[in-house]
Every structure is written in C-alpha cells, then in structure tokens.
C-alpha cells in the first residue's frame, strides 16, 4: 500500500488549495479514504473522511463549510479542496487508508499566512 500527497503550499488568509493523495497497492474503490492533519506541537486530527463509493462525506466541525473531500476511482486517488483557508488550518496534511492495518502518505506542508 501506498499513498503520496501533494497539492501543500503557501496560502494567504482566505485563499484555496487542493491537495491529492495519490494511492496503489490495494483495490482503492472498496476502502474509505481519510485526510488528517497535524500541527506544530499539536496531536494528529481527523479532518475528513469519504465512504469507498463516494456517497457519503463527513467532516471536522472546524473544516466543515468550508473543505470539501472528493473521490475519483477510476484514478485511485482522493482530494480534499480547501476553501476559505485560515492560519489555523497550517499543519501536514496526511491521507489515511485503513486496509487491515493503517497506512499513511508522507504529508504534504499547508502554510496560510500574509
């Protein structure tokens, strides 16, 4: 199982990113996908989550209104727009797979800052 992120970057207060997780390794369409994320000194938190089909999304209510997650099976990868950024969404974004066991991609670095 693999995954690879990318899509992190500097972003000024209020602007957008979006950021892919890039998988292989295991059948992609029959696994829910996640996105955490993990700041300075903080502990890792869930941000988002999709189910294998893509029918259904749930969200943090600190991201909620504003990211979005999205699938697309055909290109084995998952996406999680982000709208609105504030600079309290800079962390490192990882997407997670739970195939038997937990895998994760290395991060991709979000920064939003003027």
């Known amino acids: 199982v693999q995954l690879v992120e990318s899509g992190g970057g500097l972003v000024q207060p209020g602007g957008s990113l979006r950021l892919s997780c890039a998988t292989s390794?295991?059948?992609?369409?029959?696994?829910?996908m996640r996105w955490y994320r993990q700041a300075p000194g903080k502990e890792r938190e869930w941000v988002a989550g999709i189910s294998s089909t893509g029918g259904r999304a749930d969200y943090a209510a600190s991201v909620k209104g504003r990211f979005t997650i999205s699938r697309d099976n055909a290109k084995n990868t998952v996406y999680l727009q982000m709208d609105s950024l504030e600079p309290e969404d800079t962390a490192v974004y990882y997407c997670?797979?739970?195939?038997?066991?937990?895998?994760w991609g290395p991060g991709t670095q979000v920064t939003v800052s003027s």
């Open positions: 997670n797979a739970r195939v038997i066991s937990d895998y």
């Open positions: 390794g295991f059948t992609f369409s029959s696994y829910a």
